[in-house]
């Protein structure tokens, strides 16, 4: 059974830094692209990002809205995801969720909430 | 960026109600993703690639269109498809439409 699980968020002042994980199981980590999205309160999903797979390098892309701050990294030996957030701001609280990409967001996990405020 | 404009923002229909939501995409893209999702809960993929569904998605949903026009249909609505859906694309740097929520009359 596939399996992503979030952790690592929680409150952090704006300007901060904060660092998500995220563990997959169920399917081989290193053959799909991997995505972080976040979706704040009552509105649409953001895709923030992915890392590639093995194939393609482990190579990154990332939204113009976000890139230069935000970075996506994985650690293949341990099947964990990471989104490392720095210089946050209010407008960065949101739930962000790993999902893994096969012909569409496939395996979604339950997303971590983060909230940036003094 | 490719944006994303689905109608309508709100719907309701009735049990047995046939509905149609549509996504209307600012530049042509080659396929279309939808996605549903229930309060609290993370979006659950829907239809990809324009008009296959995704596994475990009841036959009663369909999804069409080309170019800058796409549609999710339902033939007969049901009580357990009160949801959000929202229409997102990957020709461009990934967008998702604002989202449609459909509500039981």
């Known amino acids: 059974e596939v399996k992503l699980l979030e952790s690592g968020g929680g409150l952090v002042q704006p300007g901060g830094s904060m660092r998500l994980s995220c563990a997959a199981s169920?399917?081989?980590?290193?053959?799909?692209?991997m995505n972080w999205i976040r979706q704040p309160a009552g509105k649409a999903p953001e895709w923030l990002g992915f890392i590639r797979n093995k194939a393609n390098g482990y190579t990154t892309e990332y939204n113009p809205s976000v890139k230069g701050r935000f970075t996506i990294s994985r650690d293949n030996t341990q099947n964990m995801l990471y989104l490392q957030m720095n210089t946050l701001r209010a407008e960065d609280t949101a739930t962000y969720y790993c999902a893994r990409w096969d012909y569409g967001w496939d395996y979604w996990g339950q997303g971590v909430m983060v909230t940036v405020s003094s | 960026e490719i944006v994303l404009t689905q109608s309508p923002t709100t719907i309701a229909a009735s049990p047995g109600e046939g509905v149609t939501i549509t996504c209307r995409a600012s530049?042509?893209?080659?396929?279309m993703y939808w996605y549903q999702q229930k309060p609290g809960a993370s979006p659950k993929p829907w239809i990809y690639?324009?008009?296959k569904l995704a596994s475990g998605v009841p036959s009663r949903f369909s999804g069409s269109g080309s170019g800058t026009s796409y549609s999710l249909t339902i033939n007969t609505m049901e009580t357990e498809d009160a949801a959000t859906y929202y229409c997102q694309q990957w020709s461009s740097t990934p967008t998702f439409g604002g989202g449609t929520k459909l509500e039981l009359k």
């Open positions: 690639d324009t008009s």
């Open positions: 169920g399917f081989t980590f290193t053959d799909f692209y």
């Open positions: 530049s042509s893209v080659s396929y």
